[in-house]
């Protein structure tokens, strides 16, 4: 399974934007690149994905570098309800399961 | 909003007794999958289910395990004996189709003694 590499922790302010970036330089022509979070004592769930294009929905939007070895989720506004673990995950066209790593651990302050 | 749901939130059990993990999936999705989470452990894929078959499966999900999909809602995880290594979250997804995204339940946090 291609591997994603995410920084373990990041802190943002409530109210600010919060970027937070995931390297995947061994992505394959046909994975699309998943995020999902985990809000403290629950279930993980999803945020957003995309292939190739930016895309942008009502969570989050996600920016993906041109070669797509990298991308990045963008909180345009983050509120202490966004603390929770992000997790980035390839996932192939055909492939079911997600492939969870440690994803970043993201702190709000108010 | 439709969610899945799981029950009991919480299982105590003793080891080498059988448990059963119950989850209802959303009402028109195909795909079913098992997760677990060992406290403070990344979540670890287990099993996927799909036209009523086994699709895929970790090696986590050894002869100790099994699923079922009874009666056409509950979607089932059977522990046959369990051991103190099964304390962990257990968490239930599905999805709709095969390129939608997975919907988790709240989980069930069996604890093994």
């Known amino acids: 399974d291609a591997k994603t590499t995410q920084p373990n922790s990041m802190e943002s302010n409530e109210e600010e934007p919060v970027h937070l970036p995931c390297n995947h330089s061994t992505i394959s022509g046909t994975d699309y690149i998943h995020w999902y979070r985990q809000l403290p004592s629950q279930g993980p769930e999803y945020v957003i994905h995309g292939l190739t294009s930016n895309v942008n929905n009502r969570m989050a939007s996600l920016a993906i570098a041109e070669d797509r070895k990298s991308s990045t989720l963008i909180l345009h506004r983050a509120t202490l309800r966004d603390a929770a673990v992000y997790y980035c995950?390839?996932?192939?066209?055909?492939?079911?399961?997600?492939?969870f790593g440690k994803g970043t651990k993201l702190s709000v302050k108010p | 909003e439709p969610e899945v749901t799981q029950t009991p939130s919480h299982q105590v059990t003793q080891m080498g007794q059988e448990v059963i993990l119950r989850c209802v999936p959303i009402?028109?999705?195909?795909?079913f999958y098992w997760y677990r989470q060992i406290l403070g452990q990344k979540v670890e894929f287990l099993v996927s289910f799909y036209n009523n078959e086994i699709s895929e499966k970790s090696e986590i999900f050894d002869d100790q395990f099994s699923v079922e999909r009874p009666d056409g809602s509950n979607f089932t995880l059977k522990i046959r004996s369990t051991k103190l290594e099964d304390s962990a979250m257990y968490f239930c997804?599905?999805?709709?189709?095969?390129?939608?995204?997975?919907?988790f339940g709240p989980g069930t946090r069996l604890t093994v003694t």
């Open positions: 997804a599905s999805r709709e189709g095969e390129f939608s995204e997975q919907y």
């Open positions: 009402s028109n999705h195909l795909y």
């Open positions: 995950i390839l996932k192939g066209r055909s492939q079911g399961n997600l492939i």
